[in-house]
């Protein structure tokens, strides 16, 4: 059984900062891309960031010089630090990967999710 786990979230002014933590778990053989996705009250879930288990990253455009995202192999953990938040990166932030679980199978994962809320 695989887990990810996210912290990290929480109330913040605009234009501060908050990092999160997505921790997987459990029968984990090699995990490939890792990201976070957001989703806000009434929109769509969409990709805000991805890193590659070669440590290549790709951003949306709303976010990029903003956030930075990151993984720690060894720990089988991945980061995502936001700074100069604005309001409109308000939303429930899911950590997702690709985990291999066994010698013949690689599966897709999601966290429970975290509350990112900026105030203005």
């Known amino acids: 059984q695989v887990q990810l786990a996210e912290s990290g979230g929480g109330l913040v002014q605009a234009g501060g900062s908050l990092r999160l933590s997505c921790a997987a778990s459990?029968?984990?053989?090699?995990?490939?891309?890792m990201d976070w996705y957001r989703q806000a009250p009434g929109k769509q879930r969409e990709l805000v960031a991805t890193?590659?288990?070669?440590?290549?990253?790709k951003y949306v455009d709303s976010v990029k010089g903003r956030f930075t995202i990151s993984r720690d192999n060894a720990k089988n953990t991945m980061f995502l630090q936001m700074s100069s938040l604005k309001p409109g990166d308000t939303a429930v932030y899911y950590c997702?990967?690709?985990?291999?679980?066994?010698?013949?199978?690689?599966?897709?994962?999601w966290g429970q999710g975290t509350q990112v809320t900026v105030s203005s």
């Open positions: 459990g029968n984990i053989l090699s995990i490939d891309n």
């Open positions: 997702h990967a690709n985990i291999q679980n066994n010698w013949h199978n690689w599966a897709s994962y």
């Open positions: 890193v590659y288990s070669g440590g290549g990253t």
